[in-house]
């Protein structure tokens, strides 16, 4: 009931394409749902997160979609560039304790 | 990167040897916690610490334990390392509570032989 599972594994897109990565959770204690931006040889960063009260939000390319009766979230990067090429971590976690749960990652290679 | 550093950034290491793995934060956060990553787990939370003395175990602490005597240091120990311990490490702060942006430091590789 703690996982996030998360798709696809490896993802290439061609410059100005649309991403798509999706996740999916269990449990419904879950109120927070970040996306963690992680470059080579760096830190995983926060890119975009939502709370379940609403089912989108967009930040420049970056739109979150939730679906909560469904329990399925999905990042969207839209015109996506060489520089969006890293991994992407979705997670969830909720008010009942202090633990944040990471989807298995997405490793994005946008082509040129 | 929220003003946390992670020390040594890399290490190499015997099986059998004990290593300390150092955070520092200078945000003044107080929740503070270690990932470990590896190739197709994400990162899985080892031990996390709510406040000065207080911590707690993730979904991987076996083998690690956890000492944080000043807000902003926290200490991850592998008792005795094993091969299976060798992966990327990674120490992350957050001011609230979990509904919350954590900030992640850049990492130490840690090799045991």
């Known amino acids: 009931q703690q996982q996030v599972k998360q798709s696809p594994q490896s993802l290439i897109v061609q410059k100005g394409g649309i991403s798509i990565i999706n996740c999916a959770y269990e449990?419904?204690?879950?109120?927070?749902f970040p996306w963690y931006q992680q470059f080579p040889g760096k830190g995983p960063a926060l890119l975009i997160a939502i709370r379940p009260d609403v089912s989108e939000k967009k930040e420049g390319r970056f739109t979150i979609s939730f679906n909560k009766s469904a329990k399925q979230f999905s990042l969207h990067i839209m015109d996506s560039q060489p520089g969006d090429s890293a991994t992407y971590f979705c997670a969830a976690s909720g008010m009942g304790g202090f633990k944040t749960i990471f989807g298995a990652g997405t490793r994005l290679f946008v082509k040129a | 990167d929220a003003g946390i550093t992670q020390s040594p950034r890399h290490k190499v290491t015997e099986t059998g040897t004990p290593v300390t793995l150092r955070c520092h934060q200078t945000e003044n956060h107080r929740y503070m916690y270690w990932y470990r990553q590896d190739p197709g787990h994400g990162l899985r939370l080892i031990h996390y610490s709510y406040g000065v003395k207080d911590t707690d175990k993730g979904e991987v602490s076996d083998g690690y334990s956890v000492s944080r005597s000043k807000t902003e240091d926290f200490l991850l120990t592998l008792e005795s390392a094993t091969s299976s311990q060798t992966s990327v490490y990674f120490c992350?702060?957050?001011?609230?509570?979990?509904?919350?942006?954590?900030?992640f430091g850049p990492g130490t590789r840690l090799t045991v032989l």
């Open positions: 992350a702060t957050g001011a609230s509570k979990v509904s919350d942006t954590q900030y």
């Open positions: 449990n419904t204690a879950f109120d927070y």
